[in-house]
């Protein structure tokens, strides 16, 4: 079993920063990818970033590539999302997740979730 919580969402002002947390604990076969999504109010839920945490390997969406960064530090079980140069569309419910495969984007692949936490970002 692999236990998953994000912490760190807030209120920021548009063009600030933000770091998420996230504790993946409990390595398995089925977690080595650590992956973040984010669902805003209407809007389906969407891969922003996931990392490899055996090898750091890292893939973004276009949207937010360049301006956030996934890290991980394995001695404490931690992957983080670094968000800069927030923008009020970037308002939404972050989610952390752990799953097989740090390359494929699809939700199906993530096995294990966070409840969420919530940015929110002024303009």
């Known amino acids: 079993q692999v236990h998953v919580a994000e912490s760190g969402g807030g209120l920021v002002q548009a063009g600030g920063s933000l770091r998420l947390s996230c504790v993946v604990a409990?390595?398995?076969?089925?977690?080595?990818?650590g992956g973040w999504f984010r669902q805003a109010p209407g809007k389906e839920r969407e891969f922003i970033g996931s990392i490899s945490r055996s090898s750091g390997s890292t893939k973004y969406a276009d949207s937010v590539k360049g301006r956030f960064t996934i890290t991980r530090d394995n001695a404490n079980d931690m992957v983080y999302l670094q968000m800069n140069s927030l923008k009020p569309e970037d308002t939404a419910v972050y989610y952390c997740?752990?799953?097989?495969?740090?390359?494929?984007?699809?939700?199906?692949?993530?096995?294990?979730w966070g409840q969420g936490t919530q940015v929110t970002v002024s303009s």
């Open positions: 997740a752990a799953g097989r495969r740090w390359f494929d984007t699809a939700e199906s692949n993530y096995v294990y």
């Open positions: 409990g390595r398995t076969y089925s977690s080595d990818a």
